[in-house]
Structure formats: structure tokens, C-alpha cells
């Protein structure tokens, strides 16, 4: 694999090409202005990945058969820390992931893994992935970070 400098502005990292590049394509920006690859070169820790998923009603169980094998490879990888699967209400065939780690860094060490490049290209093609990375806030007298 060759390796490519992404500059965002103050922005500047290092990622595997080709396969890990071809997975980032396949994924629906939350915020078109901020994309996923910028947002991993960030450095910050630790990091809330929330992936909000689409799915054709029809691909449900191949669907949750490749989320399982890619999330069985993530939970595998130093950094990670938790997840959480729930599907929306009701006959909507959406579903929201949350996932704890220990940073950027180490998610995006672990996506560049090509066990889990091979699991997330298993995905049914009716399959889009909206994810975004996040960071708990305090608000006084309501929540903590």
C-alpha cells in the first residue's frame, strides 16, 4: 500500500491508500464540510465514533452479520474501548452505533487494518454509513464530560 499526506487546512496526517481511501469513499458525511478523513486527523482522545446507518429492508440480517464480523475485528484493536448497537423504532431500518476510543489515533489505525477493509466491503450494497466523531461536553449543573 502506498501512503498519502491529506492536507485540510491545520490539518495534517498520514493514512494507508487504496483499500482504507476506497472504505472512507463509502461513507455519507454528516457535516459535508468536515468529512470523516478530516476529522481523523485531529488528534483527540478520547473520541465518540456515532455511525448512523441506512439499510434496504431487506438486507437487515446481512447487514447485522457484517456489522458483527467487522465489529468482532474492531474490538480486537488497541484503542478500542466500547460499542453499542440500536435500532431505530418502529419499521424504519436505521440504525445507530456508537463506539468509544482511546482516540483518533487509534481508530484510524484500526481502519486502516485490512481484516476490517475486507469486513466493511461485505456490507449489502443498499448499506450508507453517516459517520462522525465526537467528544463528551460538561454543562454545568446538567451533564459531566
Known amino acids: 500500500m502506498r501512503s ?4 485540510h487546512a491545520n490539518f495534517d496526517f498520514t493514512i494507508e491508500e487504496s483499500a482504507t481511501m ?4 463509502k461513507f455519507k458525511p454528516l457535516d459535508d464540510k468536515f468529512p470523516l478523513e478530516r476529522q481523523l486527523g485531529i488528534s483527540a482522545a478520547p473520541i ?4 448512523i ?3 434496504g429492508s431487506a438486507d437487515e440480517a446481512g447487514f447485522l452479520d457484517a ?6 475485528t474492531l474490538k480486537k484493536q488497541p484503542g478500542f474501548i466500547s460499542t453499542q448497537l440500536h435500532r431505530a423504532i418502529g419499521d424504519s431500518p436505521t440504525f445507530l452505533n456508537y463506539v468509544v476510543w482511546e482516540s483518533t489515533e487509534t481508530l484510524r489505525d484500526a481502519f486502516a487494518r485490512p481484516e476490517f477493509v475486507a469486513k466493511v466491503s461485505a456490507y449489502p450494497s443498499s448499506v450508507v ?9 460538561a ?5 459531566t464530560a
Open 53 to 55: 446507518f441506512t439499510v
Open 48 to 51: 465518540v465514533l456515532i455511525n
Open 4 to 7: 498519502s499526506s491529506i492536507d
Open 129 to 137: 454509513a453517516t459517520p462522525h466523531l465526537f467528544q463528551k461536553v
Open 139 to 143: 454543562v454545568p449543573g446538567f451533564c
Open 22 to 25: 476506497e472504505v472512507l469513499k
Open 67 to 72: 456489522f458483527k464480523a467487522a465489529g468482532e
